[in-house]
């Protein structure tokens, strides 16, 4: 396991297909998924040079915290139960996996406590498939409606997740759908928003989310082989 050769080959991925689109590789943020690895493998993608970390579950993010502190810039990317969210609040510097109001206000309950603002993205189920969490493409203007009126809250974008088995022509319709859906919320002019993140791709398909807009990919596999 090479970190620091993984870590340039995903940029040069990265670079190769923004390119590909006509798109300036450095609208393209790596976000490195260290949730199979220990803090100190952790640290050496710190090293690599990927300052962005991220968690899917707070008992890992929070054992990773502990020895890693604020040197990463931390994001949480999994399902988030309302009653963690005192736990990772104004220590991530972004929660990827907002799926409802309920979720929404206890974070904004718990930013308002610690006078901050926390940055969030609304995890959207595009593809409609059953085993994914996130709120559905119908719900997206009420929820983001909602979401929008609450105190500490700053909804920076939207995140979604492919299927595993998709085909790439399915793939790309889904990601394409979610930057879409991003075009369509914006022109709302919510308030407490500011939506130009598009969280899409992981190490199977991340090449296909860059083409179709991609802002932030979440990477895990691909740097630890
Ligand atoms: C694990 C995970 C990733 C990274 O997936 P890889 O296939 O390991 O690159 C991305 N997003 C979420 C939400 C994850 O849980």
């Not at 260290?34 to 962005?52: F, I, M, Q, S, Y």
């Not at 968690?55 to 999994?78: C, M, T």
Request: aromatic share 4%; net charge negative.
């Amino acid at each position: 396991m090479n970190i620091a050769e993984s870590v340039n080959t995903i940029y040069k991925q990265i670079e190769t297909a923004a390119l590909d689109a006509g798109r300036n590789p450095e609208e393209v943020k790596l976000v490195a998924v260290t949730k199979t690895v220990d803090a100190e493998t952790a640290r050496l993608v710190l090293e690599a040079g990927c300052p962005v970390l991220a968690e899917n579950r707070v008992q890992s993010f929070l054992e990773k915290y502990e020895v890693l502190g604020d040197a990463p810039e931390w994001h949480i990317i999994g399902h988030l139960q309302t009653n963690k969210v005192k736990y990772v609040v104004g220590k991530v510097s972004l929660i990827h996996s907002v799926d409802s109001l309920h979720l929404a206000e206890a974070i904004s309950k718990r930013a308002e406590a610690l006078g901050i603002t926390q940055d969030i993205l609304l995890q959207f189920n595009i593809s409609g498939e059953e085993s994914k969490s996130g709120a559905s493409e119908e719900e997206a203007e009420a929820l983001l409606a909602s979401v929008s009126t609450l105190p500490g809250i700053r909804v920076c974008g939207l995140m979604t997740m492919a299927p595993l088995d998709a085909t790439e022509t399915e793939t790309r319709a889904i990601f394409s759908g979610l930057r879409e859906l991003l075009y369509k919320l914006r022109q709302k002019h919510y308030p407490n928003t500011d939506l130009k993140e598009l969280s899409m791709g992981m190490s199977n398909d991340f090449e296909a989310a860059v083409k179709e807009g991609a802002t932030l990919i979440r990477i895990g596999r691909s740097l630890f082989r």
